[in-house]
Nanobody, 126 residues
Framework: QVQLVESGGGLVQAGGSLRLSCAASGRTFAMGWFRQVPGKEREFVAAISWSGGSTYYADSVKGRFTISRDNAKNTMYLEMNSLKPEDTAVYYC??????????????????????WGQGTQVTVSS
């Protein structure tokens, strides 16, 4: 059993920045960030391999968001810059299921993740 706890969400003006953290207890593999707004499906944001050597981003955040991890602290991060009102959502972190190969094709699918955090709200005002 792995527990994931997100933090760092909040209210920010458009153009501003936030840094989300995801602290894990237990063994993790590749990890990812997803987001969801009410009435819409959960959306892939970014993912990272266990080593951190491979990272993947949704087109909507590429160039603005940076995913990273510190395995010594068992923590993953999402640095979000140049935030836009359309980035407003609840952001969730997740860790991939055992055996999932860390490729874009696999990590964009939420069914390939075994454990999820409770989510943290990010609100970007215009």
């Amino acid at each position: 059993q792995v527990q994931l706890v997100e933090s760092g969400g909040g209210l920010v003006q458009a153009g501003g920045s936030l840094r989300l953290s995801c602290a894990a207890s237990g063994r993790t593999f590749a990890m990812g960030w997803f987001r969801q707004v009410p009435g819409k499906e959960r959306e892939f944001v970014a993912a990272i391999s266990w080593s951190g050597g491979s990272t993947y981003y949704a087109d909507s955040v590429k160039g603005r968001f940076t995913i990273s991890r510190d395995n010594a602290k068992n923590t993953m991060y999402l640095e979000m810059n140049s935030l836009k009102p359309e980035d407003t959502a609840v952001y969730y972190c997740a860790t991939a299921r055992t055996g999932i190969i860390a490729t874009m094709t696999s990590l964009i699918k939420d069914q390939n993740y075994a454990y999820w955090g409770q989510g943290t709200q990010v609100t970007v005002s215009s």
